[in-house]
Every structure is written in structure tokens, then in C-alpha cells.
């Protein structure tokens, strides 16, 4: 990670979305977003993890972006570069009467291999850490509670230590170029790198 002080300087901009539709379903994908509630997920490359779960039942929105470093109004560029501290996420606004966190929490942990560092497959760099970053205690709270719980499988299963950052307060979440939403349904056939361990996670409802 980068020196808070020796970070790329960023921006004051907003780096403004073109579209505020989600390509696969036509809800926003900013907005207030009332009554809901939201998470960040960090799995290595965005492009997957959000195709992971814009079609949840009870997910109301997903978005990628940038988030947990230092660098204001990042590019994605200056994200690659491994200058800005920030992790590839993607933001998920969900409906907790109709998902539970727990069952985020799930798709999450089986969705990515959460041991591997500052990587995920073959893709380096701190952007593709693990990350879980927490809009309120209770989730926060619910999340430590589900990587003790998946690390006991995973040690039984002869895998290494989690090394997920888990985050509250969230921090703040910079939308990446529109390109990037929802890459894998525009283009169906794009690169996704992602892959599980093939353990279990012993929480939330079986897929």
C-alpha cells in the first residue's frame, strides 16, 4: 500500500457517470437509495464480482468502483497503477427484508479465494485485495462473525489464513467510467478471473 502522503493527488471532480442506468436490470445505480441498504465487496477484478450479484433476488442495484484508499476521484488507470490505495469494489444496495446480509456474506466468501493477499488469481496488485466494507456496526459485526466462521472451514480444509480487510466505517465510494459497469453483460464473453476455493461457507442460504 502507498503512503497516505505519497499518493496520486487525484481530483476534486466527481468523475461523472454518463448513464445512471444499470444495463442489465434499468434501475440507478446512484441515488439515495431509501429504505435500502448497501455493502461493498472487494474480490479482485470488479468485472465478475458484481456479475455475482446483480441478479440476487432482493439485490436492488450494484455498481463498481473504488474504494478504501487515499486518492480523491481516481481513474481507473491511476487505480492500476497501485499509487491510489483503493481496492476494485463493487457497491451492492439490497433490500434486507428481502436478502439477508448473510446470504451476501456467502455468495462473497465462496465467490473468491479471500487468502491470497494483495491478488486474486493472476491478477497483482493491492486493487484486488479482499475487502468488506460496512455501512453500519451491525453489519460490520456480522461479517467478523462470518470470517471466523469460514476460516474454521477453510483450516479444515488445509487453507491458508483470510486475509480480507473488514472496514467500518465505509469509506468512501468513487463510481468507475461507465465502461466498467456491468462490463460482463455488455460484453458477455470478457475476461472474469475469478474463482473460489471450492469450501463451503457455513452461513446464508445454500445457492
Excluded at 496520486?8 to 457517470?17: K, N, S, W
Excluded at 458477455?188 to 461457507?201: A, K, N
Aim: charged share 15%; with cysteine; aromatic share 10%.
Amino acid at each position: 500500500m502507498p503512503m497516505p502522503d505519497r499518493a496520486l493527488p487525484g481530483r476534486e471532480q466527481l468523475m461523472a457517470l454518463r448513464s445512471n442506468r444499470h444495463h442489465v436490470h434499468g434501475r440507478p445505480l446512484q441515488g439515495a437509495f431509501s429504505g435500502l441498504q448497501r455493502v461493498q465487496f472487494g474480490m479482485g477484478c470488479f468485472w465478475g464480482a458484481e456479475r455475482m450479484f446483480w441478479s440476487t433476488p432482493g439485490v436492488f442495484t450494484t455498481a463498481v468502483g473504488y474504494a478504501g484508499g487515499y486518492t480523491p476521484n481516481p481513474t481507473y488507470p491511476e487505480v492500476c497503477s497501485g499509487e491510489t490505495g483503493h481496492a476494485e469494489a463493487v457497491l451492492v444496495v439490497y433490500d434486507p427484508h428481502l436478502v439477508s446480509l448473510d446470504a451476501l456474506l456467502r455468495t462473497f466468501w465462496e465467490g473468491h479465494d479471500p487468502t491470497q493477499g494483495m491478488r486474486q488469481g493472476n491478477d497483482l496488485g493491492t486493487q484486488y485485495r479482499s475487502v468488506i466494507h460496512c455501512q453500519t456496526q451491525a453489519q460490520f459485526d456480522a461479517a467478523i462473525a462470518s470470517r471466523d466462521a469460514f476460516q474454521r472451514r477453510l483450516a479444515a480444509a488445509g487453507l491458508g489464513e483470510i486475509t480480507t480487510w473488514i472496514v467500518h466505517p465505509e469509506p468512501a465510494f468513487y463510481y468507475a467510467e461507465d465502461e466498467h459497469q456491468q462490463y460482463l453483460s455488455k460484453d458477455p464473453d470478457g475476461y472474469c478471473g475469478l474463482g473460489g476455493t471450492g469450501v463451503g461457507c457455513p452461513i446464508g442460504p445454500v445457492a
